[in-house]
């Protein structure tokens, strides 16, 4: 007697889903939505120059919290709490308050200037580290770098 084996189900659709169809995932993707959302809706009623320099950062507990770059715009925020708690009840937000943290921006990275060229002593060095190695890739990669110095150093309007 044979068994009946059911057969394998096919998926429909294009197979592959957006990560943010998940659970946990799809929560932290609409509630990052609806802040963004409620960011943008906040910040369009502050003055310009205030509006391009504070983040919306949260709401919590009922309390907008914002983030601005110095002490300065954390208290001319503070100044439009009025204003602020006004546009989050007219769009639909409960809050009773906002805090404002003062969060300066995060340093530039410098990225460093690849212009300066070799000198001919790490030219030297480079050939010399190249005739020591045993490792083919590594030689030709040592040798490839002096070149590099060696025309650089030959670049008309190159000065000593």
Do not use: C, W
């Given at each position: ?59 919590q507990d009922g309390r907008l919290v914002f983030l601005a770059p110095s002490p300065a715009l954390a208290a ?40 300066k060229p070799l000198s001919k002593a790490a030219a030297s060095h480079l050939r010399a580290a190249a005739a ?29």
């Amino acid at each position: 007697m044979q068994r009946d084996v059911p057969k394998p189900t096919r998926r429909t659709g294009s197979g592959l889903k957006a990560i943010t169809e998940f659970g946990p995932v799809a929560s932290l993707a609409r509630k990052a939505r609806e802040l963004d959302a409620l960011d943008r809706a906040l910040r369009q009623t502050l003055p310009s120059p205030l509006r391009e320099q504070v983040r919306f950062a949260n709401l919590q507990d009922g309390r907008l919290v914002f983030l601005a770059p110095s002490p300065a715009l954390a208290a001319r925020l503070r100044l439009l709490q009025a204003q602020i708690l006004s546009t989050a009840r007219a769009v639909g937000t409960y809050a009773s308050s906002v805090t404002v943290k003062v969060a300066p921006p995060s340093p530039t990275e410098t990225v460093p200037d690849r212009s300066k060229p070799l000198s001919k002593a790490a030219a030297s060095h480079l050939r010399a580290a190249a005739a020591s190695t045993s490792d083919p890739e590594l030689r030709n990669l040592f040798l490839e770098l002096a070149s590099v110095a060696e025309n650089s150093d030959s670049r008309p309007g190159d000065a000593d």
